[in-house]
């Protein structure tokens, strides 16, 4: 667990990346300006601070420059930008930035950049004359989100009605916090619409992986191979609330 420092004008921003970290164990602040931004900074020192380039009143590489010159920069810093060019960019690193992540950031990519950004020892206010190896810029590439789970999913075999009650608790009876999602899907009837049976299988799919992992979204996007975004929106369609399932689950 780690404190972050999230630092972006845009609201929708600002709770996309606290609840993307937060589902991580992160504790997350938020500053919508540099102001509170120096504020926040002058109050306690963040493991990480992920700040955006574009603002209102100061623009980030301003209050980087700052942080630079009174020596506050003792915390990895990561840029983000939709706009930016490669200067900006490279600016950014050349005055102590330690990575640059361009909007909208792919969410294995954030990930990786934060885990990367606390693993980084705290140094001293790099020199203005620091030169990065290279600037790493995030493509917002659908692809990047999805990746193979490091372990066996559970077959599509083991929700088929057809194959009787035995069958279908198969592999997941083994947690009582599953049943009730196992009883949901033995239940599906096939004389139903298809939209209808599909919709009542899709249900059953999402409340077992969100049981599973304990209602972190995070996990179970990437184990459903769904970008965060279009997970929220399907879930949201089928009437499923990811809040009451980790409750549940306790």
């Given at each position: 667990?780690a404190?972050?420092?999230?630092?972006d004008?845009?609201?929708?921003?600002?709770?996309?990346?606290?609840?993307?970290?937060?589902?991580?164990?992160?504790?997350?602040?938020?500053?919508?300006?540099?102001q509170?931004?120096?504020?926040?900074?002058?109050a306690?020192?963040?493991?990480?601070?992920?700040?955006?380039?574009?603002?209102?009143?100061?623009?980030?590489?301003?209050?980087?420059?700052?942080w630079?010159?009174?020596?506050?920069?003792?915390?990895?810093?990561?840029?983000?930008?939709?706009?930016?060019?490669?200067?900006?960019?490279?600016?950014?690193?050349?005055?102590?930035?330690?990575?640059?992540l361009?909007?909208p950031?792919?969410?294995?990519?954030?990930?990786?950049?934060?885990?990367q950004?606390?693993?980084?020892?705290?140094?001293?206010?790099?020199p203005?004359?620091?030169?990065?190896?290279?600037?790493?810029?995030?493509?917002?590439?659908?692809?990047?989100?999805?990746?193979?789970?490091?372990?066996?999913v559970?077959?599509?075999?083991?929700?088929?009605?057809?194959?009787?009650?035995?069958?279908?608790?198969?592999?997941?009876?083994?947690?009582?916090?599953?049943?009730?999602?196992?009883?949901?899907?033995?239940?599906?009837?096939?004389?139903?619409?298809?939209r209808?049976?599909?919709?009542?299988?899709?249900?059953?799919?999402?409340?077992?992986?969100l049981?599973?992992?304990?209602?972190?979204?995070?996990?179970?996007?990437e184990r459903?191979?769904?970008?965060?975004?279009?997970?929220?929106?399907?879930?949201?369609?089928?009437?499923?609330?990811?809040?009451?399932?980790?409750?549940?689950?306790?």
């Amino acid at each position: 667990m780690a404190n972050i420092l999230v630092v972006d004008d845009e609201m929708g921003i600002r709770e996309l990346l606290s609840e993307i970290l937060g589902d991580e164990g992160h504790v997350v602040a938020t500053a919508e300006n540099a102001q509170q931004a120096r504020e926040l900074r002058q109050a306690s020192v963040p493991d990480l601070v992920l700040l955006d380039i574009w603002m209102p009143d100061t623009d980030g590489v301003t209050l980087l420059k700052e942080w630079q010159r009174d020596g506050l920069l003792t915390m990895p810093v990561i840029m983000m930008s939709g706009h930016a060019t490669i200067d900006t960019a490279v600016e950014a690193t050349r005055i102590g930035a330690l990575n640059f992540l361009e909007k909208p950031i792919a969410l294995q990519k954030l990930l990786k950049a934060v885990q990367q950004g606390l693993s980084h020892s705290r140094e001293p206010a790099r020199p203005a004359s620091y030169r990065p190896a290279a600037v790493t810029s995030v493509a917002s590439n659908a692809g990047e989100l999805h990746h193979t789970p490091d372990h066996a999913v559970t077959p599509i075999s083991a929700y088929a009605p057809a194959l009787g009650g035995d069958n279908l608790h198969h592999g997941i009876a083994t947690n009582s916090a599953y049943a009730p999602v196992a009883d949901n899907a033995a239940n599906i009837s096939f004389d139903l619409p298809l939209r209808e049976a599909r919709d009542a299988f899709e249900r059953a799919y999402f409340e077992y992986h969100l049981v599973r992992e304990n209602g972190s979204m995070t996990r179970v996007a990437e184990r459903t191979g769904l970008e965060r975004t279009h997970l929220y929106r399907k879930l949201k369609q089928l009437g499923v609330e990811p809040g009451k399932l980790s409750r549940k689950n306790h």
